[in-house]
């Protein structure tokens, strides 16, 4: 199972960045955290951080026959991109949007996501465990999708026999 981690603009920042909201942990030790996490669930995961928003849809599409799933934390586009939301309906691959903070009890502009329509989910609010959360709830969608497949080619060739 391959798993694409995406993260939006000024993620990079984070350690410096609003330490009130987002905490004193790195975008690195977020990464090196999930890594861990990921090898123990035997999930291979790749990292992709950008702040331009037609970077992160041209991984989006990359994603496409590659990976499995997206995680995708589209940060401030999440409230502005219809770009980035096209993309992920166009690569139709499950997908989950994360966020560090709760887009809910912050400013009204901050209230909806444009992106997260089109995602299977939306983790908002836990901290850095808003990704392990992510990753854990996007194999379990994974899981339920290998099996009906499984089903399916089992039942053609029963069909054949
Ligand atoms: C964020 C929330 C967004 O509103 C904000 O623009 C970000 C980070 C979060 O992870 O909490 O950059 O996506």
Do not use: W
Not at 95 to 116: C, G, L, Q
Not at 131 to 159: N, R
């Amino acid at each position: 199972m391959k798993i694409m981690i995406i993260q939006g603009p000024n993620l990079n920042m984070l350690g410096v960045r609003d330490p009130k909201i987002y905490g004193n942990i790195t975008l690195q030790t977020i990464h090196e955290n999930i890594q861990k996490h990921a090898e123990q669930m035997n999930i291979e995961v790749d990292f992709f951080q950008s702040n331009f928003e037609g970077e992160i849809v041209d991984k989006i599409q990359e994603c496409l026959g590659q990976y499995n799933g997206i995680i995708i934390n589209p940060a401030a586009y999440s409230h502005t991109s219809v770009a980035i939301r096209d993309a992920i309906s166009s690569v139709n691959l499950p997908t989950i949007e994360v966020h560090i903070s709760n887009i809910y009890t912050r400013e009204d502009f901050r209230h909806k996501s444009i992106t997260a329509a089109v995602c299977a989910g939306m983790i908002t609010g836990f901290g850095p465990m808003s990704y392990h959360l992510a990753l854990q709830g996007l194999s379990q969608i994974l899981g339920e999708i290998q099996a009906i497949q499984q089903a399916q080619a089992q039942a053609q060739t029963m069909q054949q026999n």
